[in-house]
């Protein structure tokens, strides 16, 4: 038997018959950049996230640039966020020319922890990016707290959480701005790059369309200086099919991930082994990744184990931001965020997409406890 981590082809073909003709008449249109078809599906997704505005753009990275450069933040500014993170979310704020600076996670949920922000705000701070890492909402509420009590500007990287919720609402919502990813392993995907940013202010997002635009307010007159950060027609049209089954997708993973949790409890495996994703009573996990912590030193064996017997699987992140070599210049030592860096040490993907078989799922599992000797 073979695994994969993440094979999209069985989703593919539930609604290839409805793409194709779609992406046909785009073709015979020559009608390619922005349009009708990316207003449409900026409507579907704002109603989607609850929030009064989207605007489509280039991919997930780009959306947290764009939304950075509509705040004016840069050079001698702050940005608070998380060091357990894809890279883009803290390469976007050196990329506007701010500081970031990293706060501490919370061991459960991996998502940045509201009392060590508190501790690292400053004068210059201008913003929070929280992270709703994996798919499961960070803490919002008092994140979103701090962010008023010190008149700070929330960015939400949702770029792996399309539909989470925290209390009942939707990530994207909550803060300024929402940023989303497209990238085709998202829990939305589409057929290559793109992102958006939502907004709750719908003055905001038609800031935002502004930068995603060469900050070009009217024609040819430019009020900023901002880029081309246009979502395609095509991947639009591609997004407007996917979104209306985006949660029975994300409800399977949902599934796949309780079903994983018998599995391993009737092979015996405790947390003395492996400490299984979970996920708190007031959000909605939609499993982007379904991320085990593995103990007592055993990760990288357990991952070659793993390989050997033809599963796929996964380690993100292997290296806590604040010690990559491109942010040396931040002055980041190994120690300084111990629960991130004791995380990269432990952490593993394993096969969660909504179409992987039960039977491939349990030889997961089943090696799991193998490799344990259970
Ligand atoms: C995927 C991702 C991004 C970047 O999205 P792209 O569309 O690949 O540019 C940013 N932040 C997080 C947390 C992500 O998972």
Redesign the pocket.
């Known amino acids: 038997m073979q695994v994969s981590l993440l094979d999209l082809r069985a989703q593919y073909a539930t609604f290839k018959d409805k793409v194709l003709p779609i992406i046909s008449d785009i073709c015979d249109s020559q009608k390619f950049i922005l349009g009708d078809k990316v207003s449409e599906f900026e409507a579907a997704l704002a109603a989607y996230c609850t929030t009064a505005g989207a605007v489509g753009v280039t ?6 640039i764009v939304a950075l450069m509509a705040e004016g933040i840069g050079a001698g500014d702050e940005v608070i966020t998380t060091p357990f ?2 890279f ?2 803290v390469g976007a704020i050196v990329r506007v020319g701010a500081r970031p600076v990293f706060a501490d996670i919370d061991p459960v949920t991996f998502n940045i922890d509201p009392a060590e922000i508190a501790k690292k705000i400053t004068p210059r701070t201008k913003a929070i990016i929280p ?1 709703h ?1 994996f798919g499961q909402a960070a803490d919002m509420s008092p994140i979103m707290a701090l962010a008023k009590e010190n008149n700070l500007i929330v960015i939400e ?1 949702g ?2 959480a399309i539909g989470a919720e925290y209390d009942g609402q939707r990530v994207g919502s909550f803060g300024d701005y929402g ?1 989303f ?3 085709p392993s ?1 829990n939305l995907g589409c057929f290559g ?3 958006a940013v939502t907004c709750k202010d719908a003055a905001k997002a038609d800031l935002v369309k502004v930068f995603r635009n060469h900050g070009q307010s009217k024609t040819y007159i430019h009020e900023y200086v901002g880029g081309n950060f246009r979502l395609d027609a095509l991947q639009a049209a591609i997004l407007s099919v996917k979104l209306p089954l985006l949660d029975s997708w994300s409800e399977a993973r949902q599934r796949n991930a309780a079903e994983y949790a018998e599995m391993f409890a009737a092979a015996g495996i405790t947390e003395d082994d492996i400490i299984l994703p979970k996920a708190e009573a007031n959000r909605r996990h939609i499993y982007n990744q379904y991320c085990i912590r593995v103990t007592g030193g055993r990760r990288d064996a357990l991952k070659a184990f793993l390989q050997e017997n033809k599963i796929g699987c996964a380690v993100y992140y292997p290296l806590s931001l604040h010690l990559q070599p491109c942010f040396a210049n931040l002055g980041g030592k190994p120690g300084d965020f111990p629960v991130s860096e004791k995380t990269t040490g432990e952490i593993m993907a394993l096969p969660i997409y909504g179409e992987c078989p039960r039977d491939q799922r349990e030889f997961v599992v089943g090696t799991i406890a193998k490799f344990l000797g259970k």
């Open positions: 991919s997930g990275s780009d959306a947290l993170t894809f883009a979310t992270v890492l990287d770029c792996q940023c990813s497209f990238f998202k790059d793109g992102g």
